[in-house]
């Protein structure tokens, strides 16, 4: 091994252009900004400078050699910026801040690249520490690289005449297709001409106090997106285990009693539908999840791994409030808006539908829900792009002479689409057929 390899990869002249750049042009500290935190710089005495610039430019004072010297010594650290003379060499760098941007993305190279052998060392270390499990430690270098890669991206205005020619591109496609939604159908007509199905990126929260049915219409959704349009559902559940979950797919697209499935008292012709039905869900792209106590980073490592390696198209977890935070030590509150946030990011990133089921407060039992009925953080409908509300009546709430086993409004559920970010708000009525875990369109009942 040479001295060069064992120096960490960087790039004095790159570090001292940027710098020298900046001193130019006040301007261009704009575009720098955008690319260089102060850690980026290998040098401590570039990296010092570069502090200090970016202290005057949140002050609003024009960045020169005398500001810049002023700031130092005000911080103490002109001498570990190399002093007076250095900081004046700097413009004898480049002649111009015209390249600002291709320096300071040369200087973001090296950085990285440190980055990535720091993570690599770390993985290297943990891998001999047999007190740590492999997969946490895949898992938790997974997540690493992807913060690498996630803390680095940059963001650029686009003048409308840039987007102009991939809207007009986007439109074309959506008027040749001729598609009544543009996103993943839901599987309810009613709800799917509210929100035109569950679009790219969006964050979609489904809330219901227990018993309601939030499994049961998140799985209702999944199977006919898998089943019927044969687009890769993933299905990720906290709370119940994928045999569980296998037992209602097959009951409700069977049409057998799940309780019945559930004791083995069935009788022997219900063996020609669960042999179809599973032979339906046998072709299905639907992968299920069954993880208890699962973390925030491993939802995210599988959800990743699952969109690459399966194509996957939309995301339900079921359910939000089961999900573990990193930082178990922090409040409650605090912990769901971490995992609230990082759903939202996850759901952009992947450029897919993610939709998370989530318990309501104890004050909206009975009532009618609403955005504050939300359980643990107020951060959930502020992060979510759609939030919808199962709300049913209980039996033992019904007044007037109504009886209470009327079958005709038995089960009838009202699925309140509450907010969304891109498209009007409604309601839709929906039947729950509760011998099979399934829920139906209303309209489809009364027929």
């Known amino acids: 091994m040479t001295l060069k390899d064992k120096i960490p990869p960087h790039d004095d002249t790159a570090e001292q252009a940027t710098l020298g750049a900046l001193l130019l042009d006040a301007e261009a500290i704009a575009i720098a900004i955008q690319y260089l935190r102060p850690e980026d710089f290998y ?24 500001t810049i010297t002023g700031e130092l010594k005000q911080s103490g650290k002109l001498e570990e910026a190399g002093g007076t003379a250095y900081i004046a060499s700097l413009t004898n760098v480049v002649p111009t801040s015209a390249n600002i941007e291709y320096y300071a993305q040369t200087v973001q190279s090296y950085s990285l690249r440190r980055a990535m052998q720091r993570v690599s060392g770390e993985n290297i270390a943990q891998s001999f520490d047999e007190s740590l499990a492999s997969r946490t430690i895949l898992e938790e270098t997974q997540q690493k690289f992807f913060d690498l890669s996630d803390n680095r991206q940059t963001f650029k205005a686009k003048s409308v005449r840039e987007l102009i020619p991939n809207v007009i591109a986007a439109l074309e496609r959506i008027h040749a297709a001729k ?11 009613e709800l799917d001409k ?27 959704m999944a199977s006919y997106i898998s089943i019927q349009k044969h687009i890769p559902t993933a299905f990720f ?11 209602r797919l097959i009951s409700s697209e069977a049409m057998i009693n799940s309780n019945k499935l559930r004791t083995g008292y069935f009788p022997n012709s219900d063996f020609i539908k669960i042999q179809e039905a599973a032979g339906r869900l046998y072709d299905a792209p639907l992968y299920l999840v069954d993880m208890p106590n699962m973390k925030l980073l491993d939802m995210r490592a599988h959800a990743r791994r699952l969109r690459v390696q399966q194509n996957v198209e939309i995301i339900f ?9 990193e930082n178990p030590r922090i409040p409650r509150f605090e912990q769901i808006a971490e995992v609230s946030r990082s759903l939202k990011s ?8 993610v939709v998370a089921l989530s318990q309501l407060t104890r004050a909206a039992e009975g009532e009618k829900p609403n955005l504050s009925s939300l359980r643990d953080s107020g951060s959930i409908e502020q992060d979510a792009d759609v939030v919808m509300f199962l709300h049913r009546e209980r ?10 086993n009327d079958e005709k409004n038995k089960g009838v559920t009202s699925l309140i689409l509450a907010k969304q970010r891109n498209g009007p708000v409604g309601t839709v009525q929906l039947k729950f057929l509760s011998d099979y875990a399934k829920f139906t369109a209303l309209a489809k009942e009364r027929v």
Request: glycine letters at 8%; a negative charge.
């Open 395 to 404: 039996e033992y709430e019904k007044k007037g002479d109504e009886p209470a």
């Open 43 to 66: 040098s401590n005495a570039n990296k010092a400078v570069y502090e200090a610039i970016l202290g005057l430019f949140n002050k609003g004072v024009k960045v020169d050699l005398l």
């Open 317 to 325: 977890i079921d359910y939000l409030g089961l999900i573990n935070a």
């Open 346 to 353: 996850l759901a952009r990133e992947l450029n897919i539908p």
């Open 237 to 247: 559940s906290l709370e119940m285990s994928d045999m569980s979950l296998m037992l």
């Open 179 to 189: 598609k009544e939604f543009t996103g993943i159908p839901s599987g309810f007509d």
């Open 194 to 220: 509210l929100t035109s199905g569950f679009q790219p990126s969006e964050f979609i929260i489904i809330g219901a106090r227990p018993s309601v049915g939030k499994t049961a219409l998140a799985l209702s």
